[in-house]
């Protein structure tokens, strides 16, 4: 058994008992009932993935996958693929978005280089798991071979499980690689069925003629290597990208090990499509943590049945948008926890009328 | 000259050369330019509010201001008035929702006691500024003298000058007061002119004949005073409440000592209103936390153009949105102030197409 088939074989339902158990105690709290909205929900759906029916989340990760992409050579981006391993180096460096945002709240950035296009420094802060140097071109070849695919996946799902048995009990996902847009709108296009302009955006700040040179790319290849849409493994390995992958299986790590997982933008999406594609039983472990400007990540909730926690005009992928969602899973937690209970404080309840 | 004429005189135009050195700066770091939406547009106000380039907050305080409502008595409310004073004691245990999220986000909770119709035990944490034991029933009579719409204000504005000495720079406003939003939907409606069926929702949750006795209650009162929108302390006096005029000085405060401050819900909404209506140069230093689930939240966002960070669902009042804000007022701060920029880093910037 492989450790892809493994994992997701582990991937159970829900704990019903530990969220009942947690819905029943935001009806204690002194607030009128639902009054705190999504926080509520939050917390009741930490409970059932956790199993705990007061979870307390202190420690929280990010995973930032680093990859290129050889479709980047088509001039589908703004910027140039000399800047992955650049950003790499500023994540390393603490300077990136990510890093600011992650101190702010408290969580520990990991960074992986899953197939960077250049030769990076030993750093220990760098975890080195290149598949290799950037994908193909998937313009004219398939990204990946369907073993890279699957090794992809399975570098994230240990990554995952590295973090948890290091301590991490909240997980968020994060991305960085020049072309990476292009790749996830293949990805949503192939398995959500839209049209790809319908869900093909500017990325990281095309122009009109790039934005038409991107579509009719995408939409080339999708025409070359028809990949299956009920099949992960195919979608990703015609159309997507190895951090793509990597970000999938992080996904299915935390599902199976009943660590709710916080999703980030539209990379992100894309590859929680992947993940729930391979195993539809990982869709109930996933908070969507924003809505991201670019296109077509709207489709990434239809199809996966999310709705994202917040709308901050947010592009920028790394996982920015995520380690703010993780702040407010901990603050859904710590209200489930540490408010006091009618009865505790002696607080009357609701009128009769 | 009075603390309120003296402070709304004291409240300045933002600094654009601050802002505009926040701008500038945005632009060269890593990240494509606008790529962090909202949090990259909400550090450049908070730069024109305090003067500086690259504000740090470090120092986040909510006021919650609590007082009772003499219009409870109509059966406005699905909770009787003693939960005021209870809460209030919930408040200084440390068990209510504003406790929890203000501990989570690293902000002091200041609870001021402007008018509670109850004896409140001393206790170290908690600020004595009470008016009177509750507003009057302002169906019958206006809720408050003008003398004492402007004590009120002049509260708050004391309670934001003393936050601010003793240092803090980051304000938020909070609430408590059973049967404060009929007071908050008459404002909202004296001032936005709206109809109030419009501005009146289910508070902490009456029932459907609840609701229409809460919307005829006020429509009565409304034609009773008839409140002149343009005079703050008229609306304040006919029909508000001790906290909203509270809470409308903590506004005005905090301007005025070019704070930035963060406006909870819905009553906070209403003090804005106030505030704003007192001196419309106070806008500019607001910052608008979250849509509430409350009907006639957006009348006030429409009135004082501001767009709330996020929506969440929430209608619990007490600050508990607001201090969610103030954590993202920090992260954009943060963003401006430790990001590398793209020559600290070595990053390239966009090819030229």
Do not use: W
């Given at each position: 058994?492989?450790?892809?088939?493994?994992t997701?074989?582990?991937?159970?339902?829900?704990?019903?008992?530990?969220?009942?158990?947690?819905?029943?105690?935001?009806?204690?709290?002194?607030?009128?009932?639902?009054?705190?909205?999504?926080?509520?929900?939050?917390?009741?759906?930490?409970?059932?993935?956790?199993?705990?029916?007061?979870?307390?989340?202190?420690?929280?990760?990010?995973?930032?996958?680093?990859?290129d992409?050889?479709?980047?050579?088509?001039?589908?981006?703004?910027?140039?693929?000399?800047?992955?391993?650049?950003?790499?180096?500023?994540?390393?460096?603490?300077?990136?978005?990510?890093?600011?945002?992650?101190?702010?709240?408290?969580?520990?950035?990991?960074?992986?280089?899953?197939?960077?296009?250049?030769?990076?420094?030993?750093?220990?802060?760098?975890?080195?798991?290149?598949?290799?140097?950037?994908?193909?071109?998937?313009?004219?070849?398939?990204?990946?071979?369907?073993?890279?695919?699957?090794?992809?996946?399975?570098?994230?799902?240990?990554?995952?499980?590295?973090?948890?048995?290091?301590?991490?009990?909240?997980?968020?996902?994060?991305?960085?690689?020049?072309?990476?847009?292009?790749?996830?709108?293949a990805?949503?296009?192939?398995?959500?069925?839209?049209?790809?302009?319908?869900?093909?955006?500017?990325?990281?700040?095309?122009?009109?003629?790039?934005?038409?040179?991107?579509?009719?790319?995408?939409e080339?290849?999708?025409?070359?290597?028809?990949?299956?849409?009920?099949?992960?493994?195919?979608?990703?390995?015609?159309?997507?990208?190895?951090?793509?992958?990597?970000?999938?299986?992080?996904?299915?790590?935390?599902?199976?090990?009943?660590?709710?997982?916080?999703?980030?933008?539209?990379?992100?999406?894309?590859?929680?499509?992947?993940?729930?594609?391979?195993?539809?039983?990982?869709?109930?472990?996933l908070i969507?943590?924003?809505?991201?400007?670019?296109?077509?990540?709207?489709?990434v909730?239809?199809?996966?049945?999310?709705?994202?926690?917040?709308?901050?005009?947010?592009?920028?992928?790394?996982?920015?948008?995520?380690?703010?969602?993780?702040?407010?899973?901990?603050?859904?937690?710590?209200?489930?926890?540490?408010?006091?209970?009618?009865?505790?404080?002696?607080?009357?309840?609701?009128?009769?009328?």
């Amino acid at each position: 058994m492989s450790l892809l088939t493994d994992t997701i074989a582990r991937i159970g339902p829900l704990d019903d008992a530990a969220a009942a158990a947690a819905q029943a105690r935001q009806d204690t709290l002194t607030k009128p009932q639902g009054a705190l909205g999504r926080l509520e929900t939050l917390s009741i759906q930490m409970a059932g993935i956790t199993g705990q029916p007061r979870p307390r989340l202190t420690n929280p990760a990010v995973v930032v996958m680093a990859a290129d992409h050889g479709v980047a050579r088509r001039g589908v981006s703004a910027y140039p693929s000399e800047v992955t391993p650049q950003m790499v180096l500023n994540f390393l460096n603490g300077g990136a978005a990510i890093n600011v945002l992650a101190r702010h709240v408290g969580a520990r950035v990991i960074v992986v280089d899953i197939g960077v296009a250049a030769h990076l420094p030993a750093h220990p802060e760098l975890i080195d798991r290149k598949i290799g140097m950037g994908t193909a071109d998937f313009s004219v070849e398939p990204a990946m071979s369907r073993v890279q695919a699957q090794q992809a996946v399975e570098i994230g799902i240990a990554c995952a499980n590295d973090a948890i048995d290091a301590g991490a009990d909240l997980l968020a996902t994060g991305d960085m690689g020049i072309g990476n847009t292009t790749a996830s709108s293949a990805v949503v296009a192939a398995i959500t069925g839209r049209p790809v302009a319908e869900v093909t955006g500017r990325g990281t700040g095309i122009d009109d003629a790039g934005l038409a040179r991107k579509i009719a790319v995408i939409e080339q290849a999708l025409a070359l290597h028809r990949p299956d849409p009920r099949d992960g493994l195919d979608v990703l390995a015609k159309v997507g990208g190895f951090e793509i992958g990597g970000l999938a299986g992080v996904i299915l790590g935390a599902a199976a090990r009943r660590v709710p997982v916080v999703i980030d933008g539209f990379i992100s999406g894309a590859a929680a499509l992947i993940a729930c594609t391979l195993a539809p039983s990982a869709q109930p472990y996933l908070i969507a943590a924003h809505r991201s400007v670019e296109r077509g990540h709207d489709a990434v909730f239809a199809h996966l049945d999310l709705t994202p926690l917040v709308d901050l005009g947010m592009r920028l992928g790394e996982g920015t948008g995520a380690v703010l969602g993780m702040s407010l899973c901990q603050a859904a937690c710590k209200i489930l926890d540490e408010m006091a209970t009618f009865g505790e404080a002696g607080v009357s309840g609701k009128v009769e009328n």
